[in-house]
């Protein structure tokens, strides 16, 4: 499979911008599933202290936006052509060809790239919330250890430091994965023989 990596792919800019916007559509449920938790605690708070009439607001907000969601994933996924129309996305070319001549480290680059991206910018307002929860609980005087916020906060400041990492060095990434690549392959050849 990975030597398929390193021959020309031939595909239409319409093709392109499908699995694009396929990926956003795939990324979004992502998002869907990170906000179910906050709804359901958001529930589960209006049935505790009874008086629902403050987070009536909050509930229909949040509603909304999962409705939001919800269509926009809907479109991305199951009506892509009407998204790339409505979008103009392809101005007249329709019959143009992207070519793809890329190698494999190459394309692992981009991918640790995009990945650590994800992870640094999903983590770092997450760090920002429990970087505050934490300071809140310090003024009560609690130790690191005492303190609530601090696992929160330590895994929130560990994956913002693997993300920056994986943006920064992806090349020592990548070359670690092509050595260990490469040592099965001895290893492989070696049993073989």
């Known amino acids: 499979m ?3 990596i390193n021959q020309n792919y031939k595909m239409t800019l319409k093709t392109f911008w499908s699995v694009l916007i396929k990926l956003i559509g795939l990324y979004l449920i992502w998002q869907l599933l990170i906000l179910l938790p906050s709804i ?25 936006h999962i409705l939001v969601i919800i269509f926009i994933i809907r479109s991305c996924l199951f009506r892509t052509d009407d998204v790339i129309i409505k979008l103009r996305l392809m101005k007249g070319n ?18 640790i790239i995009v990945l650590g991206g994800l ?5 770092t307002p997450f ?3 429990q970087l505050i929860s934490y300071f809140e609980n310090t003024q009560v005087k609690l130790s690191f250890i005492e303190n609530r916020a601090s696992p929160y906060l330590v895994a929130e400041l560990l994956k913002v430091i693997i993300g920056y990492f994986m943006v920064t060095d992806s090349r020592l990434i990548v ?14 050849k070696e049993t073989e023989a």
């Open 40 to 64: 359901i605690s958001i529930f589960a708070a209006a049935r505790i202290y009874g008086d629902g009439s403050s987070i009536i607001p909050d509930i229909i907000l949040r509603t909304v």
């Open 127 to 129: 760090l920002g919330f």
């Open 94 to 111: 329709e019959d143009e060809r992207i070519e793809v001549n890329i190698h494999r480290s190459s394309l692992l680059k981009i991918a």
């Open 175 to 188: 070359n670690f994965i092509e050595r260990k690549r490469k040592k099965a392959k001895i290893s492989e």
């Open 119 to 123: 992870l640094l910018a999903d983590s």
């Open 2 to 4: 990975l030597s398929l």
